[in-house]
């Protein structure tokens, strides 16, 4: 086979294991992001099967715009309104508590430098609420559950990531400092919430100026890749940048004649198809048996991050709504617990392997942690949604 053979019989071969899995979710009911990294997973272990062409680059310039730009357009606007507090806590402080804590943690229980410790934290601060949204749709949840924990990912993956970079270049100087790292990180959040603002209202004018379904598509597949292009080119945050244009389309829909629809319904599609090929490919490209030999930190890594995660929603939602109006106090440990990790941690793990000035422990206790994460909260989150989500119901009723 030549090599353009071979990419497509890839990708062939994913796609079928992305409907043989689909089946297997339903059957099992068990969120389909989680069923598609185990099979990866297992497909991963048969020899010859490993996946050479994952990379970092790959997940965040292929997959990662058109996942962020697709969460983003689907936010339910109205509800996010009320939950600007919670939600802006929670992808900022709730980031910091989550590296700060988590870096305390995993220096004290892992025998990591403060550094990696810290290096480890950022990389797992990022949040995937993809199984989660799923499962709160299915059982029809109400629209104030699902977006806190959407838009609370959606938030830190841009927050997460731009601090991460930011401890990356301050371990590059040499001289990691608090000050090096705020201003990295006020920069890059600055400037690609610029270059989103900028590249939205463009998009807006465009798509003004159309009244076609296939050039909308167009228009916001362009969008969502090239907002996210400039700001990586300029070394400022891809996310932010698609965070906030996406953000600026769904304030200016009201004001353009869009096929709305057909326009959420390509989003859906390309989502669906986007996150299907990314587990696939992350479970093939995890180090497996380097996993088990860090089993014993993987596991103590992941009991601490779920208590600073803890700690973090307890006291930023306690902070924001105390008597439970907006959020029931019951529906916080599905919160707690519906903080996954995913596609963008593996991406930050890969990003690092083998960087000078960095552990060689820390991107594989990363990846274990979060295959721990997708199986041991995945696996459990629909029960614990019915538990949450009943007395949602009930507050949202009674008030």
């Known amino acids: 086979m030549s090599a353009a053979q071979r990419v497509l019989a890839l990708l062939v071969g994913l796609s079928a294991a992305a409907v043989a899995l689909r089946a297997v979710s339903h059957k099992a009911r068990l969120p389909y992001p989680v069923v598609l990294a185990v099979g990866g997973i297992l497909i991963g272990l048969i020899p010859g099967t490993r996946v050479a062409v994952v990379g970092p680059d ?12 697709q969460a983003s357009i689907f936010l339910h606007l109205e509800s996010l309104r009320k939950l600007v507090t919670p939600v802006a806590l929670l992808a900022t402080a709730g980031v910091v508590l989550t590296v700060t804590g988590g870096g305390a943690l995993f220096h004290v229980a892992l025998d990591l430098s403060w550094s990696d410790a810290f290096l480890l934290a950022a990389i797992l601060a990022p949040t995937d609420p993809i199984a989660v949204v799923s499962i709160l749709r299915s059982l029809n949840a109400p629209p104030m559950l699902a977006t806190l924990l ?43 919430f610029v270059i989103g603002l900028g590249c939205g209202i463009v998009a807006v004018v465009a798509l003004r100026a159309t009244n076609e379904a296939t050039l909308e598509f167009l228009t916001t597949l362009t969008l969502a890749y090239g907002a996210y292009l400039v700001a990586d080119v300029l070394g400022v945050s891809g996310i932010v940048a698609d965070v906030t244009a996406g953000l600026t389309l769904v304030v200016a829909r009201r004001r353009l004649h869009l096929h709305g629809d057909d326009l959420l319904a390509f989003w859906d599609l390309a989502g669906f198809l986007l996150n299907a090929l990314l587990f696939l490919l992350i479970g093939t490209a995890v180090p497996s048996r380097e996993i088990v030999d860090q089993a014993g930190a993987v596991v103590l890594g992941f009991v601490a991050l779920t208590v600073v995660r803890a700690a973090a929603v307890y006291a930023l939602t306690a902070a924001s709504d105390p008597h439970g109006r907006l959020i029931a106090w019951r529906s916080r440990p599905f919160i707690v617990w519906g903080g996954l990790r995913g596609a963008l941690s593996v991406a930050l793990a890969l990003s690092i392997a083998g960087h000078a000035g960095v552990g060689s422990r820390v991107p594989t206790i990363a990846y274990g942690i979060v295959v721990l994460s997708l199986l041991a909260q995945g696996a459990s989150l629909r029960p614990l949604a019915r538990f949450g989500v009943a007395k949602h119901r009930a507050t949202s009723d009674s008030s």
Do not use: K, R
């Open 150 to 192: 959407e838009s609370e990912s959606l938030f830190n993956d841009g927050t997460g990531v731009a601090l991460f970079v930011a401890l990356v270049a301050s371990i590059a100087t040499g001289a990691p400092s608090v000050p090096n790292v705020a201003l990295h990180f006020l920069t890059s959040t600055a400037g690609g």
């Open 58 to 69: 790959l997940i965040l310039l292929v997959f990662v715009p058109g996942l962020v730009f």
